[in-house]
């Protein structure tokens, strides 16, 4: 049996934190107070400000903030600027200190013969509800979220995706890859988490671009485009950020509308802030 690392303890805070969260994405607008958010989610307000805060590392008034429309249009800013320093400097800077360490390599469908790619998978608990892993042999080549329980829904998304590929449950082997992603303990440039990103040129090129978005930052779909130098991808450009299927580690979440809205994300709203917020305070740590 591998000696793998466990995670954090906040990952069995989620569900309490992820009604706070659908809760207000609906009221931000009226700041609602702790006692507020603390009724709804039936505690008391002292026991939900102390499950919040260990969850996110903020209190639930500085995460309503970090996810507010003004908080994004602040982040938007300077989201050009974000991606020419991290195409300059080598993914360098303060913000970066605190985001995953990723080595990454790309491979078209083509560089499997359609019939011989082996991928394990596994469940694995995360600071944002149950995660799925799937592990090609260079490296993680998914990672995805379970909702309501539904394993197979999960599963089958991912499936989709590599059509022909074996598929083989592995929670083993994948133990590590999850608790890598999502520790950020075990985040380390000496020993850096290592992926596989099979798809398009295209979207591999999308893919790559997120991964130079640091941590507390954000970016928008027209900014990937102009890097790339398809000023008028805008829309190609989202079609491959919603197939993106190393979720977290591969930061869709961080691509924001040029208005500063969410817009959409393929494992639900409620969890993009979640993702926002709870990144917000490890930067703010």
């Not at 466990?6 to 569900?15: I, M, N």
């Not at 590599?162 to 449950?169: G, L, T």
């Not at 409620?270 to 703010?284: L, N, S, Y």
Request: aromatic share 8%.
């Amino acid at each position: 049996m591998l000696d793998t690392p466990s995670l954090p303890p906040d990952s069995a805070d989620y569900p309490t934190v992820r009604r706070a969260i659908e809760f207000l994405s609906t009221r931000w607008r009226d700041q609602p107070s702790v006692e507020d958010v603390a009724a709804e989610v039936g505690l008391s307000p002292s026991h939900f400000q102390h499950v919040f805060k260990r969850w996110a590392g903020l209190t639930p008034k500085a995460f309503l903030q970090a996810i507010t429309i003004e908080r994004a249009r602040e982040l938007l800013r300077s989201s050009a600027s974000v991606l020419d320093a991290a195409y300059d400097v080598g993914l360098s800077g303060p913000s970066r200190l605190h985001d995953l360490f990723v080595s990454h390599e790309a491979l078209t469908p083509g560089d499997y013969r359609r019939d011989d790619l082996v991928l394990r998978y596994g469940f694995h608990p995360s600071p944002f509800g149950e995660a799925i892993v799937v592990v090609a042999p260079r490296g993680m080549a998914g990672l995805g979220f379970v909702d309501d329980g539904d394993r197979p829904l999960a599963l089958a998304d991912m499936m989709r995706r590599w059509p022909r590929a074996e598929f083989v449950a592995d929670d083993e082997m994948t133990a590590l890859a999850a608790a890598r992603a999502f520790d950020p303990a075990l985040w380390r440039p000496d020993a850096p988490l290592r992926i596989v990103m099979i798809g398009t040129d295209f979207e591999v090129r999308v893919w790559e671009t997120l991964l130079r978005v640091p941590m507390g930052r954000a970016t928008t779909y027209s900014d990937i485009a102009v890097k790339l130098g398809k000023p008028r991808a805008a829309r190609a450009v989202g079609a491959a950020v919603g197939r993106n299927p190393i979720s977290f580690v591969v930061p869709c979440h961080r691509v924001l509308g040029r208005s500063g809205a969410l817009t959409g994300y393929h494992w639900g709203l409620a969890r993009k802030q979640a993702i926002i917020g709870w990144e917000a305070g490890r930067v703010a740590g």
